[in-house]
């Protein structure tokens, strides 16, 4: 059975780093794993909203193109250890509804960066590292320098940053 990791995530490429150092640090192992990648957004009051209300359409908003792209490259890459790869939605509102999130979908570890401040994406947002840094389960802290990347905030490098360390190949 594959083991289940989660990866909060802001729908930038740049909050990919996590999901790669992550693959780097279980890719030892080759042990198959079912990567999620969570984003926290409360979803509406209102009756009408949540009538129409559809997961995989809120999702498709969130995500950029070069997000997917992105995505896509690290599930290549890393092939040999992903068995799966989705994106999820967070939307309980206590530490309870999120352990129940983790135990429902069966998380044995969730990785986080101190140093990476998520970029939410609406009012409805919220981060998720109050709930991880809250939670039981084993939490592995994670970081990476993103001050240093070159052009910071350029999607296409951060898209080829993520993916080549002082103009060679990352391993």
Known sequence: MAKTILIPTDFTV??????????????????????????????????TELLFYSKSRALDQLESPEFKSCCKL???????????????????TNQNAFQNYLEGNQIAEAYYSTHYTFK?????????IPFLTRSKINLVEMNWDSANQPNAGNQQDELSAL?????????
Do not use: C, P
């Open 74 to 92: 690290l599930m290549e890459k890393y092939d040999s250890i992903i068995e799966q790869m989705s994106l999820d939605l967070f939307s309980g």
């Open 120 to 128: 939410l994406k609406n009012s409805s947002s919220f981060s998720l």
């Open 163 to 171: 993916f080549f360390t002082h103009g060679q190949m990352a391993h």
């Open 14 to 47: 740049d909050s990919l780093n996590l999901v790669k150092l992550a693959l780097q640090k279980n890719q030892q192992s080759g042990e198959k794993l079912r990567v999620i990648l969570v984003y926290g957004q409360w979803m509406s009051s209102s009756i």
